[in-house]
């Protein structure tokens, strides 16, 4: 605790609050689609928080996770829109969707208890799948999800008469639909970072800890692994629902096709890329992932314009390439990520000593 | 140790067999472990002792018979429950959490003599938070007692040989175990480090802890041990005190192959 009254480290603190609290506004500057671009990154830091608890604490590579994601948006969706009439608040909604999540999360959990690394990975997949190809059709006999279609004019997040999808006044400054949901977001996210650090060193977070390293070890000293993993599945399950509600309400609008399975991928590359299991290194990795893609998708095009004075590659297609080599050196000369705990990071060093 | 002839009996394995595919590992294993002693466990490799071991602490499930700890059956296929009871064990080929401390490592350890929740852990309240602080006290505590303290903050693949086999032996006894089941501990060690062994298990018994040992070094045994029982080819040739069992000649038979 005296940590925090250390005064260098008050001055930080103070710091990053005031940018967090004044990004919107920055990024406003540059149009609203930058405040939402940023308020995807935080989503995309709630994604990944989650899938550390699976990939990063327990060491089970889940490359379904989306399919949480999915489940919580459609419970939004389903739970507050014209399309079965109901309009229920979302702050009922939201823990509704996360115990959907988590009740998928068991489903997933439970048949696959006795696999790991590749073979979890593939059931996984699968199952993101599957969910993503259900949406897609429970529009026949009884029309639940709209199919492709997607369901359209979900309500905004809205407390009272106080909606977060429209621009209004607070304290005489004007504040848009994007930069009130930033901070909406900004608060869940410090709440996701709260829960897994406290989680972390926690005896839940070391037994998850101990199945990721080894299994048999683990039960030998009297973790009970069958449940433990079940609730990491749960755990990372709910914070992907709740994320899920949060995206629905934000956009208005969801689609089958949100949820692809490049999207788990990339949840996954987010937590690998930032340092598996380090919450300051996963959230990094988050934020640069999400971010990079759009800040490509703008730059790409006026800097060829700029060097060559003309369009020499598509914008859309350099903007993936330069995406897919980021991710290559990255992993080439940082493999615990850009930002490893600093017990990982030593092992590394310790292993490349070794070798040389 | 004749006058504890009478003491309680801890452990008793009846007629435990296992085979594996052909290869018949246990054949009807009947032994019993009285609390207090240090009991050893030899024979020839191949003989069946790991098997013997996975077997009690539950990561095989026997063919056949039993074992009953404390004075109630032990259940097959729950490990953690194994540990549960008061049976902990090390093993032959280190098995230790390796990017975790040391001190994580003996944590891990209490994690079945404590009871904290995911619901303790986001609220932090002063419940979770004691448990907390009394884990790693107790963590520090067994650090020293196997007298690798020095260690807690290194990862414990970066430990030493000698000290890895000693954390693992503090891990198993955070659990606060009844039995504590040594697999090889002396393995690879020099003289230095295995007289060390020899007290640090001394020294456990002495505290209370019944052990069961597995080991290679004749001369570690016989020297330590309250009773020896010997196997071969899966089954039990002898059990009986160490001077009784140098002296069978079916023993020398299985070691020296004559």
Same mark, same amino acid.
């Given at each position: 605790m005296s940590k925090w009254l250390n005064p260098r480290s008050a001055f930080g603190i103070t710091l990053i609050v005031v940018a967090l609290l004044a990004l919107p506004f920055v990024a406003a500057m540059g149009g609203q689609a930058w405040v939402r671009i940023l308020n995807f990154a935080i989503l995309y830091v709630f994604l990944a928080l989650g899938l550390n608890i699976v990939v990063g604490y327990a060491g089970l590579l889940d490359l379904g996770y989306i399919a949480f994601y999915a489940v919580g948006a459609y419970t939004y969706a389903l739970l507050a829109s014209p399309h079965f009439g109901l309009h229920w608040p979302f702050w009922v909604i939201l823990p509704i969707g996360a115990l959907v999540a988590c009740f998928f999360g068991v489903i997933l959990g439970s048949p696959t208890l006795k696999l790991r690394g590749d073979y979890l990975a593939i059931v996984t997949l699968g199952f993101g799948e599957i969910v993503r190809i259900f949406m897609n059709n429970l529009n026949a006999p009884i029309n639940i999800t709209n199919g492709a279609q997607g369901i359209t004019l979900i309500d905004p997040v809205a407390i009272g008469d106080f909606k977060f999808s429209t621009t209004s006044q607070i304290l005489g400054i004007s504040m848009s639909g994007p930069?009130?949901?930033?901070?909406?977001?900004?608060?869940?996210?410090?709440?996701?970072?709260?829960?897994?650090?406290?989680?972390?060193?926690?005896r839940v977070g070391r037994a998850w800890q101990a199945i990721r390293e080894d299994e048999i070890a683990a039960k030998a000293v009297g973790i009970n692994t069958r449940n433990l993993k079940l609730l990491a599945f749960a755990m990372g399950a709910s914070f992907g629902g709740v994320a899920g509600g949060v995206f629905s309400a934000m956009q208005g609008f969801v689609s089958p096709e949100s949820f692809s399975l490049i999207e788990s991928i990339m949840i996954l590359a987010m937590v690998v890329l930032g340092g598996m299991g380090h919450i300051p290194g996963v959230i990094l990795g988050a934020v640069l992932l999400s971010i990079l893609p759009e800040a490509l998708r703008y730059g790409v095009g006026p800097i060829q314009m700029a060097v060559f004075g003309k369009m020499l590659v598509d914008p859309e297609s350099l903007r993936m390439l330069i995406f897919g080599l980021a991710l290559v050196l990255v992993m080439r000369f940082k493999p615990a990520g850009l930002w490893p705990s600093p017990e990982r990071k030593r092992e590394l060093s310790d292993a490349g000593a070794g070798n040389g | 140790m004749r006058g504890r002839a009478m003491a309680e009996l801890l452990l008793q394995a009846n007629n435990v067999a296992k085979h594996f595919g052909g290869v018949q590992a246990l054949r009807d294993v009947s032994l019993s472990i009285r609390s207090g002693e240090i009991y050893g466990l030899i024979g020839p490799n191949g003989a069946g002792k790991t098997t013997? =071991?996975?077997?009690?602490?539950? @990561?095989?499930?026997?063919?056949?018979?039993?074992?009953? =700890?404390?004075?109630?059956?032990? @259940?097959?296929?729950?490990?953690?429950?194994?540990?549960?009871?008061?049976?902990a064990r090390t093993f032959q080929n280190i098995r230790l959490f390796g990017n975790m401390t040391a001190l994580e490592n003996v944590m891990v350890g209490r994690h079945v003599r404590t009871g904290a929740g995911v619901l303790g852990a986001i609220l932090q309240n002063a419940a979770t938070r004691a448990e907390e602080a009394a884990i790693k006290q107790r963590a520090i505590d067994l650090l020293h007692y196997v007298r690798i303290e020095d260690r807690a903050d290194d990862l414990a693949r970066n430990l030493s040989y000698g000290d890895q086999r000693r954390l693992e032996i503090a891990r198993a006894l955070a659990t606060e175990p009844k039995l504590l089941c040594l697999d090889e501990p002396a393995a690879g060690m020099n003289h230095t480090e295995t007289d060390e062994l020899r007290e640090l298990i001394d020294g456990i018994r002495r505290d209370g802890t019944t052990v069961l040992l597995i080991e290679h070094d004749v001369k570690l045994v016989m020297g330590l041990c309250d009773r020896v029982a010997v196997l071969d080819y899966g089954a039990l040739v002898i059990e009986d005190v160490p001077a009784v069992v140098q002296k069978d000649q079916r023993v020398i038979e299985a070691y020296l192959g004559a």
């Open positions: 930069q009130k949901y930033y901070y909406l977001l900004l608060a869940l996210v410090i709440l996701v970072i709260i829960i897994n650090l406290r989680l972390q060193n926690s | 013997f =071991f996975n077997c009690l602490t539950g @990561l095989y499930i026997p063919d056949g018979g039993g074992f009953v =700890f404390d004075g109630q059956p032990l @259940l097959a296929d729950a490990p953690h429950q194994a540990a549960e009871r008061g049976i």
